[in-house]
T-cell receptor, first 112, second 115 residues
Framework: KNQVEQSPQSLIILEGKNCTLQ??????????LRWYKQDTGRGPVSLTI?????NTKSNGRYTATLDADTKQSSLHITASQLSDSASYIC???????????FGTGTRLLVSP | DTEVTQTPKHLVMGMTNKKSLKCEQH?????MYWYKQKAKKPPELMFV???????INESVPSRFSPECPNSSLLNLHLHALQPEDSALYLC??????????????FGPGTRLTVL
């Protein structure tokens, strides 16, 4: 069964600190993995997208890694800001398939 | 223009009302999607349109009726909804459907409340 699991479910960190979010997937055949940021009541916004051959990709203070052998990905946030408070969703796509498999997300709260 | 727009932002309707949600993109994308998202849950796919034709219907009840008048517009017609249909409805688009690098761009959503 195609599944995407994320951990932790929720996380509270102090402003300025770093954090790492985890994503494990069992989607096969694998096409690509994306990380989205979703503010409450808003649509998801893409942070990174990685294919099988890519093992790291950065977007500003966000760095995603991908280990296609162990089917794991992480999203590292550096020097967190209050505006980073949101849900972070890991999404995996099958090869040539229209549907995305969504993780349940990690809710991050950055406190002052 | 690199965004997906949705109207209205908020909608409150009774169970006997008929209303429509609208979605628009001007990125030249040929695939458009409707998702339903309940609080603290991931988005659930409802419909996929590819080249203005319905290609996926995820067994959605007939009280939800999608329409794709042209390649830039996607509507979701609502009729006789139930309170449990209250949710955030997200529209998304991608360049093509079914390609390996199929990045979807999401709109801001319509918050629907059914009384």
């Amino acid at each position: 069964k195609n599944q995407v699991e994320q951990s932790p479910q929720s996380l509270i960190i102090l402003e300025g600190k770093n954090c790492t979010l985890q994503c494990n997937y069992t989607v096969s055949p694998f096409s690509n993995l994306r990380w989205y940021k979703q503010d409450t009541g808003r649509g998801p916004v893409s942070l990174t997208i990685m294919t099988f051959s890519e093992n790291t990709k950065s977007n500003g203070r966000y760095t995603a890694t991908l280990d296609a052998d162990t089917k794991q990905s992480s999203l590292h946030i550096t020097a967190s800001q209050l505006s980073d408070s949101a849900s972070y969703i890991c999404v995996v796509s099958n090869t040539g398939f229209q549907k995305l498999v969504f993780g349940t997300g990690t809710r991050l709260l950055v406190s002052p | 223009d690199t965004e997906v727009t949705q109207t209205p932002k908020h909608l409150v309707m009774g169970m006997t009302n008929k209303k429509s949600l609208k979605c628009e993109q001007h990125m030249g994308h040929r695939a458009m999607y409707w998702y339903k998202q309940k609080a603290k849950k991931p988005p659930e796919l409802m419909f996929v349109y590819s080249y203005e034709k319905l290609s996926i219907n995820e067994s959605v009840p007939s009280r939800f009726s999608p329409e794709c008048p042209n390649s830039s517009l996607l509507n979701l017609h609502l009729h006789a909804l139930q309170p449990e249909d209250s949710a955030l409805y997200l529209c998304a688009s991608s360049q093509y459907s079914g390609s390996d690098y199929n990045e979807q761009f999401f709109g801001p959503g319509t918050r629907l409340t059914v009384l």
